[in-house]
């Protein structure tokens, strides 16, 4: 339901909640935060 409601831009996930991701995924955190989505929500 939280990436969900990220993906909606509901709600935004915190710089803490950012740098858990970047550890989980092993990718550089301005990586996730300068990415270019380009995804349609069905």
Known sequence: ????R?????IQPS???FV???KL???D???LIE???NYEIE
């Open 20 to 22: 858990e991701i970047a």
């Open 6 to 10: 990220w993906k909606t831009n509901k």
């Open 35 to 37: 990415a270019d989505f």
């Open 1 to 4: 339901m939280t990436v969900s």
């Open 29 to 31: 955190i301005k990586d």
């Open 15 to 17: 710089m803490m909640q």
């Open 25 to 27: 995924l092993k990718v």
